[in-house]
């Protein structure tokens, strides 16, 4: 086993939420599911999010400067799995999905909660970009978390 594979086996033991990323920029909207999210700090409020180097929705968040962490609930694996795909292109994954523009970043229906956010830093992490993102806004929906375990959408 190669030791990128035998890290991400190991790691899959911490149960994480799922999130999808979005942001709006010049071309529309775009995003992207991940599970690499946290917050930072109370005060100020700042969340970090990491961002796979390929990904199409980093370029989007450079531009726009802007991005929602948009809480996934059980129920929404198909969700997860749209904004997932490196297959679907961005207009391909919204229009899998009703959301709003709200605080000039896009929010799903459905989201067990939401921050908007201001882009305050991008810093290198091997093949992830680590966004740094200072909350203006945030929501909460109603439900149960949505979890992943061990390679699996889980639910508490």
Same mark, same amino acid.
């Given at each position: 086993?190669?030791?990128?594979?035998?890290?991400?086996?190991?790691?899959? &033991?911490?149960?994480?939420?799922?999130?999808?990323?979005?942001?709006?920029?010049?071309?529309?909207?775009? =995003?992207?599911?991940?599970?690499?999210?946290?917050? @930072?700090?109370?005060?100020?409020? @700042?969340?970090?999010?990491?961002?796979?180097?390929?990904?199409?929705? @980093?370029?989007?968040?450079? #531009?726009? #400067?802007?991005?929602?962490?948009?809480?996934?609930?059980?129920?929404?694996? #198909?969700?997860?799995?749209?904004?997932?795909?490196?297959?679907?292109?961005?207009?391909?994954?919204?229009?899998?999905?009703? &959301?709003?523009?709200?605080?000039?970043?896009?929010?799903?229906?459905?989201?067990?909660?939401?921050? *908007?956010?201001?882009?305050?830093? @991008?810093?290198? =992490?091997?093949? &992830?970009?680590? =966004?740094?993102? *200072?909350?203006?806004?945030?929501?909460?929906?109603?439900? *149960?978390?949505?979890?992943?375990?061990?390679?699996?959408?889980?639910?508490?």
């Amino acid at each position: 086993m190669d030791d990128g594979r035998r890290f991400r086996d190991t790691i899959g &033991h911490f149960a994480t939420g799922v999130c999808v990323v979005t942001a709006v920029g010049s071309d529309g909207p775009a =995003g992207l599911t991940t599970n690499a999210m946290s917050s @930072l700090s109370l005060d100020p409020p @700042l969340v970090l999010v990491c961002f796979d180097n390929a990904s199409r929705t @980093l370029p989007v968040v450079r #531009e726009a #400067e802007r991005f929602a962490v948009n809480v996934l609930a059980v129920g929404q694996e #198909e969700l997860a799995a749209t904004f997932a795909s490196k297959d679907l292109m961005p207009a391909e994954k919204f229009a899998a999905v009703t &959301h709003s523009v709200d605080h000039g970043v896009p929010v799903l229906d459905g989201a067990l909660a939401w921050l *908007a956010c201001d882009l305050r830093a @991008l810093h290198p =992490g091997g093949d &992830h970009t680590i =966004g740094v993102g *200072a909350v203006t806004q945030m929501g909460e929906g109603s439900g *149960a978390p949505l979890v992943f375990y061990r390679g699996e959408y889980r639910s508490l």
